[in-house]
């Protein structure tokens, strides 16, 4: 994505002439591979139908705030520079100053012609004139007036009072725009009158997933700006700019994660045919008495349909059996790896999936107190997974999605924790519960010193998803990747649990002062039922971020 930025001087004191993370360029650890030949993955550039873009992180600021925004380091605007010939710009970019720079906005390349146009006006959307911040003199936000059937998919920042040139940002034909929505928030100030107040967001598209269109510019809106911007459009959508078989290959040997599982971790992963070889069990409502032992690869599964309640998968009846497949086996475990297009085919997004035979009880911290919280949390059948979206533009790492629980967090590869020298991510596994983290220690699910323990530790206990992995599936490439019958078990890969919830939690109340248990019987009623464990979970395929975002 590049790593030039340009500062030019300014007249700052000596107060805030300290040298801020936006300062830094990030650089991933270890330059880029010389991808796989292919026909269009990391060529630079990608026709959306008659309009070409290419990826710029090569900027020059323009104007900065001192104050405000996350860690109350203020924000920093730029133009992007050195932007190749032919292609014009479409917007400029934000980030707060933070975090070291690791942006880009798209530029655009007229192929088909009448596709990109100047705009026809400016509109002031916001001014720093007003604001007493720290600040580089002024800031002036502009909004591009689109002729008709055109759309903005840009803001112009100056440090002057005076309308940008016309013909310094293009403006897009309405059928390459598409819907989008505030994403992240970049800046705000809270000290500024009310005609004054601001709030910046990054943008994406409003639709995402595999099948729709629209494609991230990299710019930035005015929260109630009169002005709305859109997205770009992928009319072609063809996806020659996916990476292919060996391409993708490449990838994931060379960002492939590094699991640390906590060193207390009873509950190991293991593969699914290691599951299903000792002695895992397929159910069927109305002859529970006579379950089925399944096939290595789970040929013998139901395939497809619907979640209706008909079939299940549990652990052995045996009690040795049982426990010896509860443990898991690291040895034997698998990465599986989904490979899928995203934002408008502009980039890769590759899931890795972690199957654990068995997820271990929640703990809880109440104030000082750890407490045990007996059977709540445990269930049979646990995947778990994160996510490495990929620029199709160069092959390079842009963010990464931790799941946890019943979310997960977005990071930029700036953020995230690489392996020493190496371009592979690490990720920590919470103790019991399995959920991913990208830093050791411990976070707590919950507030006010009351929540469910998510404890991860760097230990010697550790999976390389990039050494033993599978991959199975990568729709976009055809019968190229076979998936395995497994995968398409559309039923829960653990039983329905039949404890008594509110039974559990009098049992861990009675380890509580009166002064806490109000408090903590207010916190378990907030959690969501995942936590609990009651439904057996779905498997990777019957997620929604299969076939969309992650959310």
Same mark, same amino acid.
């Given at each position: ?37 292919? +026909?269009? #993955? ?36 730029? +133009?992007?520079?050195?932007? %190749? ?16 720079? #690791? ?7 007229? *192929? ?9 006006? &400016? ?6 004139? %007003? ?117 993708? !290959? ?24 290691? #599951? ?6 397929? $159910? ?58 995203? /934002? ?11 199957? &654990? ?35 199709? #533009? ?33 990720? &920590?596994?919470?103790? $019991? ?9 411990? *976070? ?38 076979? @998936? ?19 039974? +559990?939690?009098?049992?861990?109340? !009675?380890? /509580? ?16 039922? @995942? ?21």
């Amino acid at each position: 994505m590049g790593n030039c930025l340009s500062f030019p001087s300014t007249n700052l004191s000596k107060k805030v002439e300290q040298v801020l993370p936006i300062q830094t360029v990030f650089k991933l650890p270890s330059p880029l591979p010389i991808w796989p030949a292919g +026909e269009g #993955f990391a060529n630079g550039s990608i026709n959306l139908g008659g309009l070409e873009v290419c990826q710029v992180s090569t900027f020059t600021k323009i104007w900065a705030t001192h104050e405000g925004g996350i860690d109350n380091l203020g924000v920093t605007f730029f +133009e992007p520079s050195q932007i %190749s010939d032919g292609f014009l710009m479409l917007g400029c970019y934000s980030q707060p100053s933070n975090k070291s720079p #690791f942006g880009w906005v798209l530029a655009g390349k007229d *192929v088909a012609g009448d596709i990109l146009r100047t705009p026809v006006d &400016y509109i002031l959307v916001w001014s720093s004139e %007003s604001v007493k911040i720290k600040q580089d003199g002024n800031g002036y936000i502009w909004s591009p007036v689109p002729r008709e059937g055109y759309k903005s998919v840009g803001l112009m920042v100056t440090n002057s009072p005076e309308k940008p040139p016309l013909d310094k940002i293009r403006v897009v034909r309405a059928d390459f725009a598409e819907e989008c929505e505030k994403d992240t928030w970049v800046w705000g100030d809270d000290k500024a009158d009310q005609s004054s107040k601001v709030n910046i967001y990054t943008l994406r598209p409003k639709t995402r997933g595999t099948q729709a269109h629209g494609v991230c510019v990299g710019t930035f809106q005015v929260d109630g700006a009169a002005s709305a911007l859109s997205c770009l459009k992928n009319k072609q959508f063809g996806l020659s700019h996916m990476p292919n078989l060996e391409q993708i !290959k490449s990838i994931i040997q060379t960002y492939s994660p590094l699991i640390y599982l906590h060193p207390d971790e009873p509950f190991l992963p293991s593969s699914v045919s290691w #599951f299903f070889n000792n002695g895992a069990l397929l $159910h069927k409502l109305g002859e529970e008495s006579n379950p089925v032992r399944i096939d290595s690869t789970g040929s013998n599964l139901p395939q497809g349909g619907s979640n209706d309640g008909m079939y299940w998968l549990d652990l052995p009846i045996d009690g040795a059996a049982k426990g010896k497949v509860k443990k898991g086996d690291l040895q034997s475990s698998n990465a599986y790896f989904h490979v899928k297009p995203m /934002l408008g085919a502009t980039f890769t997004d590759i899931s890795i999936w972690v199957f &654990y035979p068995f997820n271990g009880a929640a703990r809880a911290k109440v104030k000082f107190i750890n407490i045990p919280l007996g059977k709540i949390g445990e269930h049979v059948g646990d995947w778990e997974h994160m996510t490495l979206r990929v620029s199709n #533009f160069n092959g390079e790492l842009w963010r990464v999605y931790y799941s946890e629980h019943s979310g997960g967090t977005w990071l930029n590869a700036s953020e995230v924790e690489f392996a020493s020298g190496k371009n592979k991510v690490t990720a &920590y596994s919470s103790l $019991h519960g399995h959920a991913f983290y990208e830093r050791p220690g411990l *976070v707590l699910q919950g507030n006010n010193d009351i929540g469910i323990r998510n404890d991860t530790s760097k230990s010697k206990i550790m999976m390389d998803t990039g050494e033993k992995f599978e991959l199975v599936s990568a729709e976009y490439l055809g019968s190229i990747v076979a @998936e395995p019958p497994w995968l398409n078990f559309n039923r829960p890969w653990g039983p329905k649990i039949n404890y008594d919830t509110r039974e +559990e939690l009098k049992n861990v109340e !009675k380890l /509580l002062p009166g002064n806490l248990k109000t408090q903590f019987e207010k916190f378990v009623n907030s959690l969501p039922n @995942e936590v609990f464990g009651e439904e057996g979970p779905l498997g990777p395929k019957m997620k929604n971020s299969w076939n969309g975002d992650e959310v």
